[in-house]
């Protein structure tokens, strides 16, 4: 095979310059494997990649999506997987790779790559990949979640927003959800959070501080970066934990470090891709937690089914903050 068809970005620019033709067949490298896509999950950082904003930029042309689930098509050689394997996985375009999930196939690393049980469909596997493992690392490996400790959840309604509330209120947490609607809110109610603050009618410090006290929160789990960042790190108790998982208002702010001197605050990044190299046997043993997670129906992933061909729209949709949990696209 010379080619499948994809989405591919053949310049810099706007995601809505994506165009669905064709791209070149990938090489299977050490380490990596080819997997024929049955779901790819859209992400805001599509959107970056796409316009170069990214924080590792592949070669044009290129084919975006980060998230995968499929059938292994090619392994390299010394590999753990055969063809055949279901699997999820993310794609090498988290490192400047060519070939990622919105097309036919894709690249993904092995270290980066899980079975997925059969009694779990593709678009579920895609659903969860990376909202659920995201958060489970900032909360548990990077955050050290205790028990009845108060988190504030910054885009709760989002796909890894709606993850972190899950596992947090699994692990016994209070949790506080911000979002930015009234139909937002309606979604994460059935979470049962302690509070939920509408951030574009309500004032998140005011409100917070009224049902808590001053600076109340331990864990401040943010995705927005921006003035609800600043809000929320004013908010941290003493030896609070600010756990930094992106940027999805285009805003990445400045820290005051004395500020955090003398407030004892920390500030933690969150990129489990790192753990590729780092820990991968961790990751993978979060996964399967997490399978199980949802076998026992102790989290409930929110997503929504769409057509490989409607992939711009969506996109779109995730750029103006108007969709809800995941968006997965199948072909």
Same mark, same amino acid.
């Given at each position: 095979?010379?080619?499948?068809?994809?989405?591919?970005?053949?310049?810099?620019?706007?995601?809505?310059? #994506?165009?669905?033709? #064709?791209?070149?067949?990938?090489?299977?490298?050490?380490?990596?494997?080819? !997997?024929?896509?049955?779901?790819?999950? /859209?992400?805001?950082?599509?959107? /970056? #990649? *796409?316009?170069?904003?990214?924080?590792?930029?592949?070669?044009?042309?290129?084919?975006?999506?980060?998230?995968?689930?499929?059938?292994?098509?090619?392994?390299?050689?010394?590999?753990?997987?055969?063809?055949?394997?279901?699997?999820?996985?993310?794609?090498?375009?988290?490192? *400047?790779?060519?070939?990622?999930?919105?097309?036919?196939?894709?690249?993904?690393?092995?270290?980066?790559?899980?079975?997925?049980?059969?009694?779990?469909?593709?678009?579920?596997?895609?659903?969860?990949?990376?909202?659920?493992?995201?958060?489970?690392?900032?909360?548990?490996?990077?955050?050290? /979640?205790?028990?009845?400790?108060?988190?504030? !959840?910054?885009?709760?309604?989002?796909?890894?927003?709606?993850?972190?509330?899950?596992?947090?209120?699994?692990?016994?947490?209070?949790?506080?959800?911000?979002?930015?609607?009234?139909?937002?809110?309606?979604?994460?109610?059935?979470?049962?959070?302690?509070?939920?603050?509408?951030?574009?009618?309500?004032?998140?410090?005011?409100?917070?501080?009224?049902?808590?006290?001053?600076?109340?929160?331990?864990?401040?789990?943010?995705?927005?970066g921006g003035q609800a960042y600043d809000e929320g790190v004013k908010l941290l108790s003493s030896?609070?934990?600010?756990? %930094?998982?992106?940027?999805? *208002?285009?805003? %990445?702010?400045?820290?005051?470090?004395?500020? /955090?001197?003398?407030?004892?605050?920390?500030?933690?990044?969150?990129?489990? !891709?790192?753990?590729?190299?780092?820990d991968k046997d961790y990751l993978k043993s979060r996964i399967e937690l997490i399978f199980e997670?949802?076998?026992?129906?102790?989290?409930?992933?929110?997503?929504? !089914?769409?057509?490989?061909?409607?992939?711009?729209?969506?996109?779109?949709?995730?750029?103006?903050?108007?969709?809800?949990?995941?968006?997965?696209?199948?072909?």
């Amino acid at each position: 095979m010379d080619e499948y068809k994809a989405w591919v970005q053949k310049n810099i620019a706007s995601f809505t310059n #994506l165009e669905y033709t #064709l791209m070149e067949y990938p090489e299977c490298n050490k380490g990596e494997l080819i !997997i024929e896509t049955k779901a790819a999950t /859209l992400n805001f950082a599509d959107l /970056l #990649l *796409s316009s170069g904003m990214y924080q590792s930029n592949p070669e044009i042309p290129f084919v975006p999506g980060f998230e995968v689930a499929g059938i292994v098509k090619e392994v390299s050689p010394d590999s753990i997987f055969e063809v055949g394997d279901r699997v999820i996985a993310a794609t090498t375009v988290f490192r *400047s790779g060519r070939h990622g999930s919105f097309g036919d196939y894709c690249i993904a690393s092995e270290n980066l790559t899980y079975k997925l049980p059969n009694d779990i469909s593709y678009e579920v596997g895609a659903a969860i990949l990376m909202s659920y493992l995201t958060s489970d690392f900032a909360l548990h490996r990077r955050a050290e /979640l205790k028990n009845n400790e108060l988190v504030l !959840i910054n885009a709760a309604a989002g796909g890894v927003g709606i993850a972190a509330l899950q596992l947090a209120k699994i692990s016994g947490a209070r949790v506080i959800a911000a979002v930015g609607s009234e139909q937002k809110r309606k979604v994460v109610e059935k979470y049962n959070p302690e509070l939920i603050i509408n951030y574009q009618e309500e004032n998140l410090r005011e409100t917070v501080e009224a049902h808590f006290g001053k600076r109340p929160v331990n864990i401040f789990y943010d995705q927005v970066g921006g003035q609800a960042y600043d809000e929320g790190v004013k908010l941290l108790s003493s030896e609070g934990r600010a756990l %930094i998982v992106g940027f999805a *208002s285009g805003n %990445i702010p400045s820290q005051l470090l004395s500020y /955090l001197l003398v407030k004892n605050i920390t500030i933690m990044g969150v990129f489990m !891709i790192s753990f590729e190299d780092n820990d991968k046997d961790y990751l993978k043993s979060r996964i399967e937690l997490i399978f199980e997670h949802y076998r026992n129906k102790k989290i409930e992933p929110v997503f929504e !089914i769409i057509d490989f061909q409607n992939i711009i729209e969506y996109l779109d949709l995730i750029g103006s903050r108007k969709t809800v949990g995941r968006i997965v696209a199948v072909k």
